[in-house]
C-alpha cells in the first residue's frame, strides 16, 4: 500500500513521462520492463535497451530516500542492524526490482543507508523498529521527491 504522505504530485525526474517501449531490457541489472512494469523476467533477445529508474539513479548519484541509523546501539549491533536493513532489501527487490539499496556508509554517529526509492527507505526503517524497537522518525520533503528516515535505539 502507498503511503498518502508522499507527494505524488511533485515533479520526479527519474519517473518516466511515459511508459518504455515493450520489452525493455536495462543492460545494466538485466530487469526488464514487461507487462507494463519492471520485473526480472528474462527480457527476449529483441528487447530494447535502456537504463532502468533505479540504475539511472545510481550511476547519477542521486538517492530517493536516506536511513539514518544512529545511537550506542548502532555501534554495537552494527552486524545485526546491518542484517535487517540487507534483508529487507534482499525481499522488497525480488518482487520490486526498482526498490534497493545504493550505498552503506558510516557517518558520525551511526550509519548512512542510501536507497534508490523512498518505499524501500520506509520500509527499512519499519523493519528496523519492528525487528528491534527503538525510536523511528521519517520525514516526507516537500519540495523534492525524497524521504528521510531516522531510527535510533
Known sequence: MRDPRIYQDREDPYRASRKPPEPTRCPECHA????GRW???TAPRE???MLCPACQRIQDEFPAGF???KGDY???HRDEILAVVNGKEKREKA???LQRIMEIRDVAGGIQVATTDSH???GIGEALHSALQGDLKIKYSKDENLVRVA???
Open 32 to 35: 526488464s520492463f514487461q507487462d
Open 39 to 41: 520485473s526480472w523476467k
Open 47 to 49: 528487447a530494447h535497451d
Open 67 to 69: 536511513v539514518l541509523i
Open 74 to 76: 548502532a555501534k554495537s
Open 95 to 97: 518482487e520490486h526490482p
Open 120 to 122: 524501500i527507505a520506509r
Open 151 to 153: 531510527w535510533k535505539r
